[in-house]
């Protein structure tokens, strides 16, 4: 199976914050990929902006470097980057200020597909959203591209989303949660509405529970200055687990279009019931031999702030009612995995006699890493004995099945930014979806604030703080195991 690329329009690409560490990990080298795969022409114009005075080719070289040491291929050729490079420059540009605005305002080109990447704090939008018009290039048709974290409760979120509307269309705005650039993220959907045997399960009548893990092995690493601020909560569960939750409970959206898919996730976390404090866990990770624990990391010796979030949630819905859904992420735990488990009641009659156990299927979506799909199915034990019974796997993985180069899935950032320049919004958050996630999270964070309570305490290595297996244990179920 070899994919299609289709070349996009020629466009002009603006990094505001271009020096930056997104710009270096994620979009230059996203960037370089779509070039190298064909999908971005030599008409194409990349604009690097940042404070700091520098001339193109010292940026070219900061581009460069930043490719070749972001890139995910074996090697980097130097003719393909060379290439690429030709199509970078850079302005100094400052945000307060109307220092290089003119001289962006010179380089960007009449006509054609123009996109501004928000690569800045958010207290910035303001800035340079006001300046984009004054100079003329906010035309009708240019696109902004925002970053999360978008707000950090839903005043500061309707705060942006004012600001950028007094500026910007809603369809002009671009606001990333890169975890739906993710393609086994959106394989949800194709699981779903792609095939006939799902969807008739799909909800409380055959569904006893859902179980979303997003588990990483790292640290906050040098982060710790935002992280201690945000916490998990705010961090991971209320934008990328949001939207995994919202693509596995939403209904069927009409189309795979922008506002037909964003009404529906719209819908659900609309429909989410508040999260009570005893259905909700915080932990915070220690040390071992030899990582520091949390609080050493961040140099904030009396930090509350969570690195896990267990909780259980219910959708108030027709489809829902009465299904619980535990969602949990955490750092430092003993592997990067992520994935979601739909857990299926038992058969409502056994006709095997009691030795025969009870048994239920689970159809696992492995998100990250070795993406794949798993059916549990149970089957006879083989052997002349009685009739007894064992789950087994229908295991697919997706690099077995298509192959390891179409299984070597392109970065998320990679399929998002030629989104934003196919004028795509289906995988990013419309200004009301993130409202109301932030809308479900804020009282929960509020409940513990004012309880005053410290998140758990865990090893590092391990699955998190013994009260998120309480939290399922009291309920008659277990988490699956945390495993690449
Ligand atoms: C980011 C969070 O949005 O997502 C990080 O701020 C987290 O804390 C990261 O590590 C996880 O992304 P991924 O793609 O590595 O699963």
Redesign the pocket.
């Known amino acids: 199976m070899v994919s299609r690329v289709i070349p996009v329009e020629p466009f002009d690409l603006v990094i505001i914050g271009g020096t930056g560490d997104l710009a270096r990990r994620k979009i230059l080298p996203a960037l370089y990929q779509r070039f190298v795969a064909g999908q971005i022409g030599k008409e194409s114009q990349i604009i690097g902006a940042a404070r700091s005075e520098m001339e193109t080719e010292s940026y070219r070289s900061f581009a460069a470097e930043a490719i070749r040491e972001f890139t995910d291929t074996d090697e980097v050729k130097p003719r393909k980057l060379a290439a690429f490079l030709k199509l970078v420059s850079y302005v100094t540009l400052d945000a307060k200020g109307e220092a290089g605005w003119k001289t962006l305002s010179g380089m960007v080109q009449e006509n054609r597909i123009r996109a501004f990447y928000f690569s800045v704090g958010p207290s910035l939008f303001g800035d340079l959203a006001k300046r984009l018009q004054k100079y003329g290039m906010a035309e009708d048709d240019c696109r902004i591209v925002v970053e999360?974290?978008f707000g950090r409760d839903l005043a500061t979120a309707k705060e942006l989303n004012r600001i950028l509307a007094r500026h910007f269309d809603e369809s002009q705005i671009y606001r990333i949660?890169?975890?739906l650039g993710?393609e086994t993220v959106q394989n949800l959907m194709a699981v779903r509405f792609g095939n006939m045997l799902f969807e008739p399960l799909w909800n409380s009548q055959y569904v006893d529970h859902i179980q979303i893990t997003?588990a990483?092995s790292?640290g906050?690493g040098g982060?710790g200055g935002?992280?201690d601020r945000?916490g998990a909560m705010r961090?991971?569960v209320q934008?990328?687990l949001m939207q995994l939750f919202c693509l596995i409970a939403m209904e069927p959206p009409a189309k795979f279009e922008p506002d037909s898919v964003r009404d529906e996730k719209l819908k659900v976390i609309r429909a989410l019931e508040h999260v009570k404090p005893e259905n909700i866990v915080r932990g915070q990770y220690d040390g071992d031999g030899q990582n520091p624990g949390y609080r050493n990391e961040v140099e904030n010796r009396d930090s509350t702030t969570e690195t896990f979030v267990a909780l259980k949630a219910h959708i108030s819905n027709w489809r829902w009612a009465g299904t619980p859904f535990y969602l949990r992420t955490g750092?430092r735990l003993r592997d990067?995995a992520?994935e979601i488990a739909v857990v299926f009641k038992d058969a409502p009659h056994s006709i095997f006699d009691e030795d025969a156990g009870r048994h239920h299927n689970i159809l696992t979506i492995r998100l990250?890493p070795n993406e794949g799909i798993e059916l549990g199915v149970t089957i006879k034990e083989p052997g002349p004995g009685g009739m007894r019974l064992v789950d087994v796997p229908l295991d697919m993985s997706f690099a077995e099945v298509l192959g390891p180069d179409e299984a070597d899935f392109p970065d998320?950032y990679e399929r998002l930014i030629m989104d934003v320049i196919r004028g795509n919004q289906t995988l990013f958050m419309r200004g009301d979806e993130v409202e109301a996630a932030w809308a479900w999270t804020d009282p929960i964070i509020a409940e513990w604030q004012a309880a005053g309570t410290e998140p758990e305490p865990y090893d590092p290595g391990g699955s998190g703080p013994e009260e998120a297996l309480f939290l399922m244990h009291r309920d008659g179920r277990r988490w699956r195991e945390i495993k690449p």
């Open positions: 999360k974290p949660d890169h975890y993710k997003v990483e790292v906050v982060r935002y992280y945000a961090d991971m934008n990328h750092k990067r992520s990250q998320a």
